[in-house]
T-cell receptor, first 112, second 113 residues
Framework: GDSVTQMEGPVTLSEEAFLTINCTYT??????LFWYVQYPGEGLQLLLK?????DKGSNKGFEATYRKETTSFHLEKGSVQVSDSAVYFC???????????FGSGTKLNVKP | DTEVTQTPKHLVMGMTNKKSLKCEQH?????MYWYKQKAKKPPELMFV???????INESVPSRFSPECPNSSLLNLHLHALQPEDSALYLC????????????FGPGTRLTVL
């Protein structure tokens, strides 16, 4: 069945460090891929998405590229800020299904 | 505007109480969703409404009763809950059923005593 695997957290970085959060998926067909972010005590916010192979989603300095050959959608940011501290969820949604498959979430802690 | 609103923000209830959670969106979306999220876990899908009709029920206990009065509103009626039902309840919507992006509300933090 469909699934998403994320790297275990928490990830702790110093401000201005480079961030990578790994995400790999298993799915039939051609799913759309997403990163959502959840700040403490809040709901999920869409961070970025990609709907086909080789697409790059980007927002607020974050980027992820849909790699079909490696079934991956790794999240990257060149210079993290304290305000980026949150939980990040990778997710997929197959065409003609209205069900998301979420990864387990990766908590990011950024220290000043 | 991609806003989904939820009320109340926090709710404390006893096991014999009846309460309701509300969700509203004015984006013209025709699919709406209820999720349950426990601490340090991803959201778990509970119900999906497509064009105001229940299309998916993920084997949720009957003490949770969803309702979609119109295309903008989604309710979750709660009755005889258990302490293990304490969680963050998230509402989401998408433009149409079976389209990709879901937009989430801020959630209702529910505590069952």
């Amino acid at each position: 069945g469909d699934s998403v695997t994320q790297m275990e957290g928490p990830v702790t970085l110093s401000e201005e460090a480079f961030l990578t959060i790994n995400c790999t998926y298993t799915a039939t067909g051609y799913p759309s891929l997403f990163w959502y972010v959840q700040y403490p005590g809040e709901g999920l916010q869409l961070l970025l998405k990609a709907t086909k192979a080789d697409d790059k989603g980007s927002n607020k300095g974050f980027e992820a590229t849909y790699r079909k050959e490696t079934t991956s959608f790794h999240l990257e940011k060149g210079s993290v800020q304290v305000s980026d501290s949150a939980v990040y969820f990778c997710a997929l949604n197959r065409p003609n299904f209205n069900k998301f498959y979420f990864g387990s979430g990766t908590k990011l802690n950024v220290k000043p | 505007d991609t806003e989904v609103t939820q009320t109340p923000k926090h709710l404390v209830m006893g096991m014999t109480n009846k309460k309701s959670l509300k969700c509203e969106q004015h984006m013209g979306h025709r699919a709406m969703y209820w999720y349950k999220q426990k601490a340090k876990k991803p959201p778990e899908l509970m119900f999906v409404y497509s064009y105001e009709k229940l299309s998916i029920n993920e084997s949720v206990p009957s003490r949770f009763s969803p309702e979609c009065p119109n295309s903008s509103l989604l309710n979750l009626h709660l009755h005889a809950l258990q302490p293990e039902d304490s969680a963050l309840y998230l509402c989401a919507s998408s433009q149409r059923p079976q389209t990709d992006t879901q937009y989430f509300g801020p959630g209702t933090r529910l505590t069952v005593l």
